[in-house]
């Protein structure tokens, strides 16, 4: 059956701004000796196979080579606690990229799922900030990069990236992350965030 997700993503890695990785296509090497990053995805609008996922959230832990297209990420998924059995079987099947869409580009990268762990969570998109806090395993918040006299948002666009290929940039607030065995944080790395819609059948 058909799937469709909308909604808003923000993402912060350990990499200095701007992360190689978002702007080469995942063909740079990133700025330290692996990239770590956490993608935050709301579902404003969603539905997998007739179930509607509205208002949940999910993000992707991602451990990886420098190069990112040299695939054998470490992956696992946070998954918002009030997620019901069926909402947590779809966006499973939609993560993993079993059913298609932007989230397949992905799929053969990864080496290793570390897991999908249910945690309380509380995301916020406002204006030029995003955060969001996933129980005591990650708290994060981004600030878009505005510059020039007009002040707008500073984007990269045609950019290859799961989640939009326009991103706007931004640098951390704060950040820690300790999850999957995965840890890193630092107020002024890179982030980057936009809308995303996703879909397939």
Not at 131 to 140: F, H, L, R
Request: aromatic letters at 8%; a negative charge.
């Amino acid at each position: 059956m058909a799937w469709s997700l909308e909604g808003t993503y923000f993402e912060n890695c350990n990499c200095d701004a701007i992360c190689p990785c978002t702007w080469s296509g995942l063909t740079e090497r990133a700025t330290h000796d692996r990239c770590m990053v956490v993608l935050n995805y709301h579902i404003d609008r969603g539905s997998i196979d007739g179930v509607d996922v509205s208002g949940l959230t999910f993000a992707i832990v991602a451990d990886t080579p420098p190069v990112m297209l040299d695939g054998n990420w470490r992956v696992g998924v946070l998954l918002d606690d009030k997620a019901t059995q069926q909402q947590a079987q779809g966006l499973g099947a939609v993560i993993s990229g079993q059913k298609g869409g932007p989230p397949a580009m992905l799929s053969s990268l990864v080496g290793e799922m570390l897991g999908v762990q249910p945690l309380p969570v509380s995301y916020t998109a406002d204006g030029r900030r995003h955060s969001v806090q996933w129980g005591n395993a990650v708290s994060m918040e981004l600030e878009d990069f505005h510059a020039g006299p007009m002040q707008q948002p500073v984007r990269l666009e045609n950019v290859f990236h799961p989640s939009n290929s326009t991103l706007t940039v931004g640098k951390s607030v704060r950040a820690q992350v300790s999850v999957f065995g995965i840890e890193f944080g630092q107020a002024g790395t890179s982030g980057a965030s936009a809308p995303y819609a996703w879909s397939g059948e």
